[in-house]
């Protein structure tokens, strides 16, 4: 596979990865230009190949869903750790990468010859980037980590759902995306210093530490003030009004964020902006309950595309509760790149969740965006290539 074009072009990750959090990671890294070598054990490949329904494609070639969500741009090879040709190919493609990403237990790497001490010795310039579920240190490092088991962990269940009886999950594997954008990041990071030492380093983030980082105002709400939060369902803890409210026809939501903002939506809604249980954010946060019914008694008298006009009209940040298939039929979705097709040779065209960041010429405003997604590969395609590619690589430095 050619080089594409992206700002990381010319960069080789190595994927050893498997499940989310590192393939997604792997996979930011795709979408920025770099080549992506995914290993996976042979004949089965990575877990998530599995994972389903839904399943797509032929039914000799059924196809998971999951794994589509996280392995675009990436070549396949199939290599066994525990068979001497594994040990040299992985040997070979670890001298020739820039980037080795990996989410094993800590110690297996280790116990398979390839510690980080080794990876070093084979290429001083390699960049490791290990994402493990609780870290690699401390009393419960050596934890297996799944996205829900570290979304209770660390917290995040305590601070979402209806109410403090229902700790409820995020609905996407939150805890294994965000580690995969830090591990991302920290390679990254991890590139430009190499720039200027000429070595490689570590690079270690788990969804403990990822889950944790993103607690924002709700861990500073207790670590500095002491007050435990708890769930409130689809408002927010501290902003009122700003949540999701029923309307003639069903939900919409408003956010309310600032004194000046107030006056013009409680206007609108025929309150009295002046009313003492509601005349300052504190107050409307301590009155909560009785400003959502009497908001709630007026919304219900016309439709919700009706109101989202006119709060809209009047500056409020407000907006539709979408479902996923309507966000992938919305044109401003798109437009943001939100939705990316690629050809997948079992599936045909197909489209999947796109990329977040969007590179620009400041001149011409040009895109700088990695030039044509490669469909997430079949177990073990890239085989021959990859082998091909290497061959070639060691033939012209011995010349």
């Known amino acids: ?111 398979r010859g390839f510690g980080a001490e080794r990876l070093h010795e084979l290429n001083s310039r ?42 409820t999950k995020v609905g996407v594997p939150i805890g294994d995306l965000l580690a995969g954008m830090n591990a991302a990041q920290g390679a990254l990071a991890a590139l430009y210093e190499r720039m200027r030492t000429g070595r490689g380093t570590v690079v270690r983030t788990s969804l403990l530490s990822a889950l944790i980082g993103v607690h924002a105002f709700q861990g500073t709400r207790w670590s500095v003030a002491g007050d435990r939060p708890e ?59 009785a400003l959502n019914a009497e908001m709630e008694n007026v919304l219900a008298t016309d439709t919700r595309d009706s109101w989202l006009d006119r709060i809209s009209a009047i500056g409020i940040p407000c907006g539709a509760i979408r479902s996923i298939d309507q966000v992938y039929q919305w044109e401003q979705a798109r437009a943001q790149g939100g939705v990316l097709s690629v050809r997948h040779p079992a599936l045909g065209d197909i489209e999947l969740p796109g990329s977040a960041l969007r590179l620009e010429d400041p001149a011409s405003g040009a895109s700088r965006n990695r030039v044509g997604h490669q469909p997430p590969p079949r177990l073990g395609e890239h085989n021959d290539s990859v082998r091909a590619w290497l061959a070639g690589l060691e033939e012209t430095a011995a010349s």
């Open 126 to 167: 390699l960049i490791i980037c290990s994402i493990t579920g609780f870290g690699h240190d401390g009393p419960e490092g050596g934890r297996a980590g799944y996205d829900q088991i570290a979304q209770g962990e660390a917290g995040l269940m305590s601070v979402t759902g209806p109410d403090p009886q229902t700790p």
């Open 231 to 289: 769930p409130i369902g689809n408002h927010h803890p501290s902003i009122a009004p700003y949540g999701a409210y029923t309307c003639g026809d069903g939900m919409l939501q408003v956010a309310v964020a600032s004194e000046e903002q107030w006056r013009r939506f409680a206007v609108l809604l025929g309150l009295d902006p002046d009313d003492t249980r509601f005349g300052s954010n504190a107050a409307r946060v301590d009155n909560r309950t």
């Open 1 to 111: 596979m050619a080089d594409p074009d992206g700002p990381l072009s010319g960069t080789v990750v190595l994927d050893l990865s498997r499940a989310l959090a590192g393939p997604h990671a792997a996979m930011l890294l795709g979408d920025l230009g770099a080549r992506v070598i995914k290993v996976e054990q042979p004949g089965r490949g990575d877990d998530t190949r599995g994972w389903g329904p839904p399943f797509a494609g032929p039914e000799d070639e059924r196809t998971s869903t999951y794994f589509l969500s996280c392995n675009r741009n990436k070549e396949s090879v199939e290599l066994d750790l525990k068979d001497p040709s594994g040990v040299e190919l992985l040997t070979r493609l670890v001298r020739v990468s820039d980037i080795l990403v990996e989410n094993f237990r800590p110690g297996v790497l280790d116990r």
